[in-house]
């Protein structure tokens, strides 16, 4: 499985038989141009979306006609199983920011956990809905989602093999978010990976938690 982080909170999996996953497409330009990283080009056979905001979701922009997953239960596609867990996108039960979405779903033997904009500690049965997952994409930004410190306590209880963090400052994003070494600052097992993609097997995963911080490809 290859994991390609094209910025945000978007991510593009290619899995081993050349199936792929596109998770929260986000609009090149949204937010006054406060979001700019390149328009996504990709053309994927499923995509997955946490909430409906400008930054997360451009269904104009999609290439092709991939299957759009949102919300919560299980749906299978493409031969994989989608778990989608309610949450919210801020602390007051969604009346800030509204609903978010944690989509949880297994690739080559890999299960993955897209956190989206989840913008609160998870509760037990969340946690326990969630699962034992391998990987992680965790916003790590702050302000509209969790911040490092939440991240980290979430991260800890998870305890994945592998952590990429996402939805932080860079600079092609101009959101007012931090950027991610408040999120690595005292922490083993990091690796800063050049380029924007990993490639992950089963059999290769770590025994401990190792964070990957990835380059944006747009």
């Not at 999120?183 to 995963?205: C, M, P, Q």
Request: glycine share 10%; net charge negative.
């Amino acid at each position: 499985m290859k994991i390609t982080w094209l910025g945000h909170a978007a991510f593009l999996i290619l899995s081993e038989n050349g199936q792929k996953i596109l998770t929260d497409p986000y609009e090149a330009g949204s937010y006054g141009g406060a979001l700019a990283y390149q328009p996504i080009n990709e053309e994927a056979d499923i995509v997955t979306v946490s909430h409906q905001h400008a930054d997360h979701y451009h269904p104009k922009g999609l290439k092709g006609q991939p299957e759009i997953i949102t919300g919560s239960g299980v749906r299978t596609v493409g031969g994989f199983s989608f778990k989608g867990i309610s949450t919210f996108h801020d602390p007051s039960e969604g009346t800030q920011r509204g609903d978010n979405t944690v989509f949880v779903f297994t690739v080559d033997d890999i299960t993955l956990c897209h956190l989206g904009d989840l913008g609160h500690a998870l509760s037990e049965d969340q946690t326990a809905e969630i699962g034992d997952v391998d990987v992680v994409l965790v916003p790590v930004g702050g302000l509209y989602t969790i911040d490092s410190n939440e991240a980290t306590e979430i991260i800890n209880t998870m305890a994945p093999k592998i952590v990429i963090p996402m939805h932080y400052k860079t600079s092609k994003c101009g959101f007012d978010i931090a950027g991610v070494d408040d999120f690595l600052r005292g922490k083993e097992n990091v690796e800063r990976i050049t380029g924007s993609e990993i490639s992950l097997t089963k059999a290769d995963l770590p025994r401990e938690t190792h964070i990957k911080v990835l380059e944006h490809k747009l």
